[in-house]
C-alpha cells in the first residue's frame, strides 16, 4: 500500500500502543512458566505474531481473546525438527535462538524475510561453535537473501563473554534461556553495554515471572541454573517507541495528547521526552549534540523534529541504524532531503540544520515501518501533498498508524 496525505495539523488525543518491547518479553516468559498466565493489552503487529506463533511451535497454548493472551505454558522439552519462522523480526529471531536450542534436541531452522537474514548473528555463531553445536547459515546464499539459517544441539550451561556493542537482543535471549539449564551460567559484557534500557525491562520481566539474575553493574550477570518460571498476569504498558511519532508531532505544532504512557517506565525509548524538551528550551544559536547510541528506534522521527529547528543539530553514535529492517542512517537523510530538509549522512552521524517547513514529494518507506511514520508526521510540516511508497511496512510494529493519524485529522488517500 501506498498512501497519499495532504498536509493538515492533527489534533486530539491518542492511545498509545502497547510497548512491542514488553509484549515480546512477557509472551516468552509466560510460555516458558507452567501453568496459565494472562498477558494483556497486547497489539498484535507482525513482530509479535512472529514471537507467538514460535513459542507455539516449542508447545505453548497461546489463545487470543481481543488485546488479552491467556497463556498455558510449556510443559515438556522437544526432540524434533522444527521451523521458526521470524518474518521480520530481529527479537523474535535473536530472543529464539537459544530458547529453542534449550528445549528442542532435534533440528532448529530459523526462516525470515526482509534484511533479516542480512543482520548480524556472529555472537550466537561462536556459542554454538565453542558448545559443539552445528551451525549452518545460508541465508546470503538465496537469491532474495532471506533468513535461513539451521541449527543441531542442545545448548548448556557455563561462562559466555558477549560484546556489549553488538546488540541487546542476545544477551536477553541468553538470559531467557539458561536459568532452565542444568547448572550454573555466567555472562561477560567485553566493553561497554549498550541499550542498557533493554536489558532493565529484560530483567524486571523475567523478575515477575520468578527467575533471579545478579546484576554486578551490567558488566557480569549470574544465573542459578534449574530455575522455574513461574506463571503471572501481566499488562503491557505504553510503547515509548511509537509515542515519540506523536511528540515529535507535537512539537512541530499539532496538538496531540498521548494517553496509555507509564511516565516512571524503564523503555529506554522514553528519552525522546528529555530530547524534545531540550529542542524547545534551546535558543537557536545553540548548536547542538544528542547521541543515539541507545535509542536507536526513535532516530528518524528525532531527526525529522531537528530538521524543523531553527539551528544546528548532530546526532552522533548511529552506526546501529544500518542493520536495522533498511540503511536506517541513509534512508533517513535521504527521504527527509527530498522533503526539502538540510540533513547530511555522516558515518556514524546525521548532520542537521533546521528549516522552516518542508515541501511535498514521493518519498519512501524502504520498508520500514518506523520510516514510514517518520514520513507521515512530516507531511504536517510539507507544503504540498506527500506520497509514501510501502506505507503498509507500518503493520511490522503499528497496524492501526494510519488510523490513528486519520483519527487525529490526518488526510490520507491509501493507493
Known sequence: MDAIIKPTKLKGDVVIPPSKSLAHRAIICASLAQGRSVVSNVSMSDDIIATVDCMRNLGANIISHGDKLEVVGIDTRLDRELTFDCNESGS??????PIALSLNGGVNKFVGRGKLGERPMDIYKDICMSQGIAYEDRSLQNPQRHLDIVLKGNLKSGKFIVDGGVSSQFITGLMFALPTLEGDSEIVINGKLQSVGYIDLTLTALCQFGIEILNEEYQRFYIKGGQKYAPCDYYIEGDYSQAAFFEVADYL??????????????QGDKVIVDFVEKLRSSGADERLVFDGEDCPDIIPIFALACCLREGHADIINLARLRIKECDRLKATAAELAKLGADIVENDTSLSINGVENLRGAEV???????MA??????????????????????SKSYPNFFDDFIRLGGRVVKA
Open 92 to 97: 523474535t529471531l535473536r530472543f529464539m535462538l
Open 373 to 394: 511514520m517518520t514520513l507521515a508526521i512530516a507531511s504536517t510540516r510539507a507544503i504540498g501533498e506527500v506520497k509514501i511508497i510501502g506505507a503498509h511496512s507500518v
Open 253 to 266: 505544532g499539532n496538538d496531540v495528547r498521548q494517553i496509555g504512557l507509564n511516565k516512571d517506565s524503564l
Open 364 to 370: 519512501e518507506s524502504h520498508g520500514d515501518h518506523r
